[in-house]
């Protein structure tokens, strides 16, 4: 079982910058950020497999900058250039694979609002 906790969210202009962190109880194989506002759909962000291996949501790429940081097994994802549509409730997703089984697990969120 794996804890995510979500820390960074708050208030940011539209032209600033924001950094999202995703603490973990332990390792995880891939880790995600998704993002979701009232009555809408849960949806992908950003996500990384091992330290390196990077995807980006096609509305947000060039804006997005995900890492991980093996000794606390944190991941952060950065956000420039926020615009108010970014507005939401970011989730951390993990995903591991353990003798065959596969498990997800999210975070509680942490809300962003982007304000002018």
């Known amino acids: 079982q794996l804890r995510l906790v979500e820390s960074g969210g708050g208030t940011v202009e539209v032209g600033g910058s924001l950094t999202l962190s995703c603490t973990a109880s332990?390792?995880?194989?891939?880790t995600n950020w998704y993002r979701q506002t009232p009555g809408n759909e849960r949806d992908f962000v950003a996500g990384?497999?091992?330290?390196?291996?990077?995807n980006y949501a096609d509305s947000m790429k060039g804006r997005l900058s995900i890492s991980r940081e093996d000794p606390t097994n944190t991941v952060y994802l950065q956000m420039n250039n926020p615009q108010p549509e970014d507005s939401a409730t970011y989730y951390c997703?993990?995903?591991?694979?353990?003798?065959?089984?596969?498990?997800?697990?999210w975070g509680q969120g942490t809300h962003v609002t982007v304000s002018s």
């Open positions: 990384i497999i091992g330290n390196s291996g990077t």
């Open positions: 332990g390792r995880a194989p891939a």
């Open positions: 997703n993990a995903e591991t694979w353990t003798e065959g089984n596969y498990k997800n697990y």
